[in-house]
T-cell receptor, first 113, second 113 residues
Framework: TQLLEQSPQFLSIQEGENLTVYCNSS?????LQWYRQEPGEGPVLLVT?????EVKKLKRLTFQFGDARKDSSLHITAAQPGDTGLYLC?????????????FGQGTTLQVKP | EPEVTQTPSHQVTQMGQEVILRCVPI?????FYWYRQILGQKVEFLVS????????KSEIFDDQFSVERPDGSNFTLKIRSTKLEDSAMYFC???????????FGQGTRLTVV
C-alpha cells in the first residue's frame, strides 16, 4: 500500500519566517502534486513535479522532488498571513496509471502577522 | 478560467436514503474522479472513470456506490442507501490525460442524519 506522510502536521510561525514542509514515502511515484486547501473548499493545485531532483519555484514557494522520487518538500520564504492554509501532497497511485492520487494527511500552516 | 463545478454544495439526508452528487468537469477533460474527505482526515480516492467506464475503484467504493456520465457534461456519484459514516466532503476532479494534473471542484458536504 502506497502511503505519503507529511511533516509537520501543524506549523504556526510569525510573518517573515521561512518554513519547510516534507512529504515522504517508501514508494516511488512517477509524479507528485502539491495542493493548497482552504476550509470548506476543494484542493487547489499549486505544482506538479515529475523528474527526480526537479526544483520548481512559484514566487516565494519552492518545491523539490527527491532524486529517488520517493519524497518531496515545499519551502516557503518570508511567509505571509495569506499563506495560511492546509498544504497537501499527492502522488499518482494508480495501478496502470489510472490517475488515482494518494494524498498525504496535510500540513496546517498558520502565519501570524 | 475553466473549473470543475459541483452541486449541491451541501446535502443533508436521512440514513437509508439515496443521494446523487453532481459534477460538471472541465469541458475538454477525459478522466474523471471522485474523492471524499471525512472531517479531519485525509482526502481518499473513491473511483476513476474514463471512456464511460470505471478504470479503478477503491475498497470504499462498494456496491452502494455508483457513477455515471449521463450526458456529455455531467458526472454523478450515487450512494444508494446512505449510512452515517458516509458523512464527508465529496470532491469531483478531472484531468486531460492519465496521470496529468487533476483539478478539483469545491466539494459537496454530505451530512447523513
Amino acid at each position: 500500500t502506497q502511503l505519503l506522510e507529511q511533516s509537520p502536521q501543524f506549523l504556526s510561525i510569525q510573518e517573515g519566517e521561512n518554513l519547510t514542509v516534507y512529504c515522504n514515502s517508501s514508494s516511488v511515484f512517477s509524479s507528485l502534486q502539491w495542493y493548497r486547501q482552504e476550509p470548506g473548499e476543494g484542493p487547489v493545485l499549486l505544482v506538479t513535479v515529475v523528474t527526480g531532483g526537479e526544483v520548481k519555484k512559484l514566487k516565494r514557494l519552492t518545491f523539490q522532488f527527491g532524486d529517488a522520487r520517493k519524497d518531496s518538500s515545499l519551502h516557503i520564504t518570508a511567509a505571509q498571513p495569506g499563506d495560511t492554509g492546509l498544504y497537501l501532497c499527492a502522488g499518482d497511485g494508480g495501478s496502470g496509471n489510472t490517475g488515482k492520487l494518494i494524498f498525504g494527511q496535510g500540513t496546517t500552516l498558520q502565519v501570524k502577522p | 478560467e475553466p473549473e470543475v463545478t459541483q452541486t449541491p454544495s451541501h446535502q443533508v439526508t436521512q440514513m437509508g436514503q439515496e443521494v446523487i452528487l453532481r459534477c460538471v468537469p472541465i469541458s475538454n477533460h477525459l478522466y474523471f474522479y471522485w474523492y471524499r474527505q471525512i472531517l479531519g482526515q485525509k482526502v481518499e480516492f473513491l473511483v476513476s472513470f474514463y471512456n464511460n467506464e470505471i478504470s479503478e475503484k477503491s475498497e470504499i467504493f462498494d456496491d452502494q456506490f455508483s457513477v455515471e456520465r449521463p450526458d456529455g457534461s455531467n458526472f454523478t456519484l450515487k450512494i444508494r442507501s446512505t449510512k452515517l459514516e458516509d458523512s464527508a466532503m465529496y470532491f469531483c476532479a478531472s484531468s486531460t490525460a492519465q496521470g496529468s494534473e487533476a483539478f478539483f471542484g469545491q466539494g459537496t458536504r454530505l451530512t447523513v442524519v
